[in-house]
């Protein structure tokens, strides 16, 4: 499987009429004859379409798991759909800050409420006259 | 504080009892997914297989994250998974994973680098997947499709040329063959003449044509008089006579249009 739109030097959601041009201006004789094939036709283009997708997005995940090189990706598929690694973090990294972020957030709520539970209090009956006033005021 | 929000599957699994289990089944759900659309058997087969499984929710909830492909998602899940089940103690999972690519014997090729991927993820060499792959379905483990060249189309839709022209020729053998068993049905029942001929050729009344031919050919070698010369005159007499009779029988028969 290879990536025609990368190779015709077109992106992937290129109307019919940028793929024809594309086409037409191609140099290299097999990829044309081949691209002709392929994507002139609606029918082959959208079944291409769903695979390359899918291959779009395992490269993708490819890249940020560090497995570019894995030993099961090569040949065509390999050269075509590998990405530059991203900056992209981990995403369990992302859920373990997102977490704690969350635990320091609920601590402070904590904190506030042990030593100083009137502001807190205020603050909640604050929300709610805001809330009520608003309900009034809007209809 | 939108970062800070929870995505639907990552506070499945913060709720999870077993992160590895829902990591692991959401991958199977994608699996089946990039197949094309989940079927109903498909949601069978992951219900059946979230029963082995520890995560403790709902896998339906499972399924919905995984059939909007969410990439972030399905990331997140690949990392608890590679961190818990790292080469031989993945094999469990990617023959799960397997059984759900395979669809009346054959593999998709999105299907192919799918469990590839899964395969590096995990820290499964090539040869191990081909085997575990022909443990779990008796076939190789190979993908010829490659929908990026004019060939497999051209032969692709060859097959369903074929496919096209051999319904078609059912269809007017069906129809042929009703119309056949209508006629035979309609036609009036044998006379006694008929029956009395058949009867005759040593055969009922469900005989063919060729039958009959066979019949007849196989009685007239039986009874013809010459086999008889040597045992004199009267023998040869009464032979005679039964192999007029045989020969009867055929005529009359064969001006019968029933038979076909």
């Known amino acids: 499987m290879r990536d025609l739109y990368k190779r015709l030097n077109i992106g992937p959601f290129a109307s019919d009429e940028e793929v024809a041009t594309a086409v037409e201006a191609c140099q290299h004789t097999a990829l044309k004859s081949e691209a002709l094939a392929v994507l002139n036709v609606k029918a082959r283009r959208e079944e291409y379409d769903r695979l390359h997708g899918l291959l779009c997005d395992i490269g993708r995940l490819r890249a940020r798991l560090g497995l570019t090189h894995g030993a099961n990706w090569q040949g065509d598929v390999a050269n075509d759909f590998s990405l530059k690694p991203d900056v992209e973090r981990s995403r369990h990294d992302h859920l373990m800050e997102k977490l704690s972020q969350a635990a320091a957030l609920y601590d402070t709520y904590q904190r506030w409420r042990r030593h100083c539970p009137w502001i807190v209090a205020g603050g909640f009956a604050t929300i709610t006259l805001l809330t009520l006033g608003i309900g009034f005021l809007s209809p | 504080m939108a970062s800070t929000r ?19 089944l959401l991958l199977l759900a994608w699996v089946a997914v990039s197949k094309g659309s989940l079927s109903p058997a498909d949601r069978q087969r992951l219900g059946d297989m ?32 590679q961190r818990d089940r790292w080469g031989e103690r993945a094999l469990p999972f990617l023959s799960q994973a ?18 590839g991927f899964l395969a590096d993820l995990l820290g499964v060499a090539p040869q191990r997947l081909k085997q575990l792959f022909l443990e779990v379905t008796g076939t190789q483990f190979a993908c010829s499709e490659d929908p990026s060249r004019a060939s497999y189309w051209q032969a692709r839709e060859r097959t369903w040329r074929q496919r096209e022209q051999e319904r078609q020729r059912e269809q007017r053998d069906t129809h042929q063959q009703e119309r056949a068993s209508r006629q035979k049905r309609q036609a009036p029942p044998f006379g006694d003449k008929t029956l009395r001929a058949l009867t005759i050729l040593e055969l009922d009344a469900s005989a063919t044509r060729s039958e009959i031919k066979r019949a007849y050919r196989r009685l007239a070698q039986a009874h013809h008089p010459d086999r008889f010369f040597s045992r004199g005159e009267g023998d040869v007499a009464t032979a005679s006579v039964r192999f007029q009779k045989i020969k009867k029988a055929y005529e009359y028969l064969m001006k019968d249009a029933r038979f076909v």
Request: aromatic residues 4%; proline residues 1%; charged residues 20%.
């Open chain 2, 98 to 115: 397997i059984e759900l690519t395979v669809q009346d014997g054959n593999l998709a090729a999105a299907s192919y680098h799918v469990l």
């Open chain 2, 6 to 24: 929870f995505s639907p599957f990552e506070l499945l699994l913060l709720k999870s009892r077993n992160q590895t289990d829902t990591a692991a």
């Open chain 2, 50 to 81: 979230a029963g082995s499984l520890r995560h403790g929710h709902d896998h339906r909830l499972v399924l919905d994250v995984a059939e909007e492909q969410d990439l972030q998602a399905i990331q997140l899940a690949a990392e608890v998974l």
